[in-house]
C-alpha cells in the first residue's frame, strides 16, 4: 500500500508539517515500508492467542487499604512554629 501524495500532505497538514519534496519521496518510501511491516503481521495466524498488554505477568504490589489509627491534629501541629485553631499559619504569599 503506497501513500499518495494526498494522503502525505494531509498528515503533514495534521501534524503542522512542511515537507520539501525530497523529505516527501522519503516520507512516503518510509510509511510504505511500515505499511509493508503491518502486512506482515496480518499474516500471522492468530486464532485462540489470547491478547496481551504486557510481555510478562505483571501483579498488583500495592497492600490493602486498610484503616489504622490516625493521628490528633495537637500530634500533628506540636512541630509548627505557627499555629491558629487547629491549622498551620504560614507567610502570605499573594495580595
Do not use: W
Not at 503506497?2 to 508539517?17: D, G, V
Not at 518510501?29 to 511491516?37: G, I, V
Not at 493521628?71 to 506540636?78: D, M, N, T
Request: hydrophobic share 35%.
Amino acid at each position: 500500500m503506497k501513500p499518495t501524495e494526498k494522503e502525505l500532505n494531509r498528515i503533514a497538514q495534521l501534524a503542522c508539517l512542511k515537507f520539501s519534496d525530497d523529505e516527501k519521496d522519503a516520507l512516503q518510501k518510509s510509511m510504505e515500508y511500515f505499511a509493508l511491516m503491518a502486512d506482515k503481521v496480518n499474516e500471522v495466524d492468530t486464532d485462540g492467542v489470547e491478547p496481551t498488554f504486557h510481555g510478562i505477568q505483571l501483579s498488583n504490589v500495592f497492600r490493602e487499604d486498610i484503616v489504622t489509627s490516625n493521628y490528633s491534629i495537637e500530634q500533628l501541629l506540636e512541630n509548627a512554629t505557627n499555629k491558629r485553631n487547629g491549622c498551620f499559619v504560614v507567610p502570605k504569599v499573594l495580595e
